[in-house]
């Protein structure tokens, strides 16, 4: 990294639940990452690592008793931290779009997808009624909906699953936004409809010049679509290098234990090894490095102190006492190690 | 749209039948001769002989049933048992104030019930929030004669703000209005209080929210429409309560109107009178089940046109 330039950049985010008893929820605990300008970024991690709060995050959608406690957002060298409501909704769906998990739930049973899409030009644009419903038509045929004259006066129950998410797609772009955050984009669609979906953004993004972070738990995904990926682990990042290098050469144990659960074709695999235990919940988190407990490699160390996120070679990161000089376990599982 | 309701009004058709069959069999089903108690219980049987055929009692049913719907779609209910003026005449003033009555109270309970719901959801678990909800219940555990009577008490006898009977001038429709639409504005207040908070939690309320909608335009535009469906069946289903409820209330406020006229055609018997009143309130409580419908059908695109 370093040559790239950043569009955005997260540092030590740090956002909480506040409950009622008075206990406090760490959902996202210090994570740090930087989107290049026009890359994808991936954000990976099974239920519950708070990827998807991390992306809520960014637009400050958080709802009570959800608060952001610390850390930076900087985009564009802004802290939107520091942004107050007024200056945050002109970043959401003009600067930076969301799409999101559900196609279904996620537009307004009660207006039409014309009238839901026109009302990005109306609040960010200003424009009339004419003047939107031709750039409606515009986007509907950019993101692939057939015959978009009569879609617009339809309600989204009478659209596809896939249809849908078009929409979604059409109303996140409709201001030509410098970003995109993608929550799950596919996960409730069809296999087919997803390559399409995935193919769209992909295009799209080309021809908007956007940068994309690509939110999932699918690493199939982030191998199609991603430039760098950021594995998350329990509210932190784990792992950060570029994809390549991600699946050729992981690090984390956690990072190679969820590549050797997934099937793949690009090497040799004997069977799938799922990865023991589940994700600790919120108030049995352990005191050292999150994944310890369920590490095949933890030392004594691993279960107190918690690692870093270090540099590691060429724009890598890792948060494993592994790859540190201070690693007193099995020299023999630095083996990754170039 | 215009087909969906043409559609409706057709289906109306034959409630509307229902109701008339009813409310003439209403008149042969209940024991005692009203041929005997039109002229008296001492009249000499040939008084009665006569009226029985000036009313049409000696033919076949289904042949008195067509003479007396004849004559209801001309709006003719015949005469009243108690005057022998025609009841039409008597019912058509009774009704515009009841008309009235409904209408403001209806009015009150949708605004008030709305807001107080509204800013009960939005501010949930607040001092706002808590006292709102404390005040419907009470409004909703309140008979409303009793809540007539010390409105009554407080505003036209002690304060003297208003007069405490009658109705036409504005000051005496306050009380009545808000002692009729009170139950009404409680119960829609706790539906749009519950609707709101679950349409909140929904994936397109984010989504507007992502968008970039201010919070203002997300609650009246974007969650409003939705949480208002459930609320329309209730604020119809209370349409049936008010109707009774305006009997009370007449009867507290000496109200000229048609509650007060059923009770009193009922206890003297007054059968046409009876039939008159019952099927006026019929039509009426079908109408606006009409009008819950169109609303529902504007509120919620996936009801079928043709349903």
Redesign the interface.
Known sequence: MGKEENILSVKDLQTSFFIDDGSEVKAVDGVTFDVPKGKTIGIVGESGSGKSITALSI?K?IDNPGKIKGGQILYKGDNLVDYN?RKM??????QI??I?Q?PM???????TVGEQIS??YK??QGLGKKESKRKVIEMLKLVGIPSPEKRIDQ?P?ELSGGMRQRV?IA??LACRPEMLIADEPTTALDVTIQAQILELIKELQDELGMSVIMITHDLGVVAETCDYVAVMYCGKVVEYADVRTLFKNPRHPYTVGLLNSLPRSDVDQEELIPIKGTVPSPDEMPTGCRFAPRCPFATEKCHNELPELEQIGLGEQIRCWIYTDEWTGDPEVKVYEP | MITYIIRRIFQLIPVLFGVTILVFLMMHLTPGNPAQLMAGETAPPEVVERIEKRLGLHDPLPVQYVNFLKKVVTLDFGVSMRNSLPIIDELRPKFWVTIELAIYSTLLSIFMGIIAGIVSAVRKYSFADVAIMLVALFGLSMPNFWLGLMLMQWFSINLGWFPPTGWGSPGQVVLPVITLGTAGAAVIARMTRSSMLEVIS???I??????????RVIIYR?AL??ALIPVVTVTGLQFGTLLSGTVLTETVFAINGMGRYVIDSIMARDFPAVQASIIVISIMFVLVNLIVDISYRY????IDLNG
């Open positions: 637009l959608l409501e909704r002109k970043i959401r769906g003009n779009s969301m999101f559900e739930t996620s537009l307004n049973p009660t207006y009302e990005s609040i960010h309600y129950f979604m109303m996140a | 929904q994936d397109y984010r989504t507007a929210r992502a968008k970039g909608v201010r919070e974007h429409k939705n509120l919620n695109k996936r």
